[in-house]
């Protein structure tokens, strides 16, 4: 028998899930299918960053309108989210900033849950996205990404991953590494 009180939402991936996924999968199961969640001051860090985008705020610069905290989703890729501020060209080209904290990481894993971002974009304005911004809060600057199309299969690829792990309900066994001084859990 079929829940009734379920929405086609409840399916949906948390955008920020392909960001854990990729760091850690021990991690993406801990937060996104056993539901639990740990402060360190990493994570304080990152909460007292997006203080200010997470406002809500919507203002104008140099014609481009800049809205912030916005909710996201794509039936078509199974996400949802929120986009920390996007940016709208008096031209209609939408562009995705996320803000971090600390500095630009060698890893695709930033970039991946910006990616889903834009994804959640195309779809709900029916446009191209082609690239958006990763803000860093060490060096105060954003660094541009492209989203061609490695990047993009990239992305489906951990989407599909994340839905696999949701799909067996299964945490899997930790294994010590050096990032794991990082994680609060």
């Known amino acids: 028998m079929a829940d ?3 929405s086609p939402e409840d399916d949906l991936i948390a955008v920020s899930a392909l960001q854990h996924l990729l760091f850690c999968e021990r991690q993406f ?3 996104h299918i056993e539901g639990l969640w740990a402060e360190n001051r990493l994570t304080v860090e990152g909460r007292h960053l997006h203080e200010r985008v997470d406002s809500g705020a919507v203002d104008t610069r140099s014609g481009v309108r800049v809205v912030r905290n916005v909710a996201i989703q794509s039936f078509r890729m199974g996400l949802k989210g929120r986009a920390d501020s996007i940016e709208i060209a008096e031209d209609g080209t939408i562009t995705p900033v996320e803000y971090k904290r600390g500095r630009p990481k060698p890893t695709a894993f930033d970039r991946v849950q910006l990616c889903a ?6 779809e709900m304005f029916g446009r191209p996205v082609t690239r958006g911004y990763l803000f860093y809060a ?4 954003r660094s541009e990404v492209a989203f061609d199309q490695p990047l993009r299969r990239t992305t489906e690829r951990a989407i599909d ?3 696999r792990l949701i799909r067996t309900g299964l945490t899997p066994a930790a294994r010590r590494e050096t990032k794991c001084a990082a994680c609060s859990l």
């Open 29 to 31: 199961a801990l937060i």
């Open 117 to 122: 971002q834009a994804l959640c974009l195309e």
């Open 161 to 163: 991953r994340a839905r």
């Open 4 to 6: 009734v009180d379920r």
């Open 138 to 141: 060490r060096p105060r600057r």
